[in-house]
C-alpha cells in the first residue's frame, strides 16, 4: 500500500498528532491512508482521518490522549 505524500510518516503530521504519542500517530496515519483511498487526497481524507481518531482520543492541549471511555 503506498504512503501518502500529505501525512506520511511522523514529518507531514499535524503539530498536536507530532505532540501525541505513537498510538495517536500511528492511528491518524492509518486512518489517513484509509481515507485517501476512499475519497482521493485533500481536506475531505484529512477531516475523515480526524473523525477516526476522534472515536478513541480527544485532544487534551497540544496533544492527544486515550478517552477514558472509548465508547463516549
Known amino acids: 500500500m ?3 505524500s500529505r501525512y506520511g510518516r511522523t514529518g507531514g503530521l499535524p ?5 501525541s504519542c505513537h498510538a495517536v500517530q500511528a492511528a491518524f496515519t ?3 491512508q484509509d ?8 481536506d475531505r481524507a484529512s477531516r475523515a ?7 478513541k ?3 487534551r492541549g497540544d496533544h492527544w490522549t486515550a478517552k ?5
Not at 503539530?15 to 505532540?19: K, V
Not at 481515507?35 to 485533500?42: I, Q, Y
Not at 477514558?68 to 463516549?72: F, I, L, R, V
Open 2 to 4: 503506498p504512503r501518502s
Open 15 to 19: 503539530g498536536t498528532i507530532r505532540h
Open 30 to 32: 492509518t486512518a489517513y
Open 35 to 42: 481515507a485517501v483511498e476512499a475519497h482521493g487526497e485533500g
Open 49 to 55: 482521518a480526524f473523525a477516526v481518531l476522534k472515536q
Open 57 to 59: 482520543f480527544e485532544k
Open 68 to 72: 477514558d471511555d472509548p465508547a463516549g
